[in-house]
């Protein structure tokens, strides 16, 4: 058998599937095969859309919209279940395809599936892409435990293959162990580091306005390239998103990353994904309904800013 036997057969807020003519899309990536801690987000894609199911009766409570009427499902891609490298060749020309159909809120699995999504958009866009990147840990690793790639050095090697603009790489929550040379690589790189640590305390628009204005300023001086939004739920402390393979305490908030996904509507997004959710970890369904949120709070912010990109 070729192909993961756990693809999700249920929808995103109930969304009608694969109907080419809405402008927004979710899809799922079922893989987890790069994990270096514990498996499970091959289940993310299921359980984030059952959770889902729960925003289907109203608008945002922010933006005052709500993607149902503008969404499709286009349901999980087929990867082999054999191969890194195999996963991510046969990727490639499904995303080709959604990516110039619709836009984009992609649904993990694992962080290793981030890395092929940027290969794609840089070729479609035919320029290298800023980026905003949730997550506890760096991920710019030279290599995965003796391979040469997986889940820990996605962004290691986009920076390497210029598919991001690097002084455009923003990074927050960042708290895990690590040696200094992988904590501190984007940093050292040009790019922005807002560890978890540098962000306690901070919850509202107020208190976080450094924070914003120091990713707008840097946007605006590179010509405010296209932006690609990366959110690895670990980014959350594991008081809110325990359901993930590499929990790392002391993490943000989820009011802290509404925020900030609220507060950053308007930058010119072109797609996202919400990776690294495991449903076999969870309490009470927490993680999910939060990757739930946080992708309805990310469409819903597109459609409010009536930003097509």
């Not at 929990?247 to 990776?275: H, Y």
Request: glycine share 10%.
């Amino acid at each position: 058998m070729s192909h993961f036997a756990f693809l999700s057969h249920n929808a995103f807020m109930k969304a009608p599937s694969g109907d080419t003519s809405r402008r927004y899309a979710v899809a799922g990536l079922g893989w987890d095969g790069a994990v270096t801690n514990r498996p499970g987000a091959r289940f993310g894609p299921r359980a984030i859309r059952e959770a889902s199911h729960m925003l289907c009766d109203g608008i945002h409570p922010h933006f005052n919209t709500t993607p149902a009427e503008r969404l499709t499902d286009v349901g999980d891609l087929a990867l082999p279940n054999t191969s890194l490298a195999a996963m991510r060749e046969a990727m490639g020309p499904q995303v080709d395809r959604l990516i110039r159909d619709h836009h984009m809120a992609w649904i993990g699995g694992d962080h290793s599936v981030t890395l092929p999504l940027l290969r794609a958009y840089r070729a479609w866009l035919g320029r290298p892409l800023a980026v905003i990147h949730f997550d506890a840990h760096c991920d710019t690793w030279e290599d995965h435990f003796g391979e040469p790639s997986g889940h820990g050095t996605w962004v290691y090697e986009a920076i390497q293959e210029g598919l991001v603009v690097k002084e455009c790489f923003t990074q927050i929550g960042i708290r895990s162990a690590g040696v200094r040379e992988a904590r501190d690589y984007v940093r050292d790189q040009g790019g922005q580091i807002f560890t978890a640590r540098a962000l306690r305390g901070l919850e509202g628009a107020a208190q976080l306005a450094p924070t914003l204005a120091a990713i707008r300023e840097r946007l605006a001086a590179h010509g405010h390239p296209p932006v690609y939004l990366s959110l690895d739920i670990d980014c959350l402390d594991p008081a809110f998103a325990p359901g993930t393979g590499t929990p790392e305490p002391g993490g943000l908030s989820t009011n802290q990353v509404l925020t900030i996904l609220e507060e950053l509507a308007d930058l010119p997004f072109v797609g996202m994904d919400c990776v690294e959710v495991a449903p076999p970890y969870d309490h009470a369904e927490l993680t999910s309904y939060a990757a739930a949120a946080f992708v309805w709070t990310y469409l819903s912010g597109r459609i409010a800013r009536g930003k097509a990109g």
